[in-house]
């Protein structure tokens, strides 16, 4: 029974987390296309708000699924392989933040386009993620 909270738990931060990363970047094509003052303080606050509460997300997220590998003995190769993509994730999340810190001093080098391919990324981590815990290769 325990188990299965732990494991609804871990669904349910992961896919929230996830809805952050996937937003957050949306809020950046806005701000690299926004000239108006006002807009940009706007979708800045915003983007500091998502970004504090994604990392109240990704702990528990990270914790539950921790304690589901370690405490219930989940193994096999597919978990390592996983466990880089987690990791991928959380660079991702990281580098996020970094890219906020170069907007709020007006020194972001990047255009729409290339946010709306940056954005495609959260995507193929989760798609890979959810892949290789219902398949299970390399078992």
Known sequence: MLYSWFKIFHIV???????????LPRIFVNLAQETDQPSIHRLLLMAH????FMHILA????????????????TGN???????????AVV???YCGFLLKQF???????SHVWFRWFNEI??????????????????
């Open 13 to 23: 931060f992961v896919m929230s987390w996830f809805a952050g990363l996937f937003y």
């Open 122 to 139: 959260p995507v193929i981590l989760m798609l890979a993620s959810t892949a290789l815990v219902v398949i299970k290769p390399f078992s």
């Open 104 to 110: 709020d001093q007006q020194k972001n080098q990047h």
């Open 78 to 88: 597919w978990l390592h392989i996983k466990g880089i993509f987690i990791l991928l």
């Open 59 to 74: 702990v528990p997220a990270l914790g539950c699924g921790l304690v589901l590998a370690h405490y219930f003995d989940i």
């Open 92 to 94: 991702y999340h990281i």
């Open 49 to 52: 708000k998502l970004y504090r």
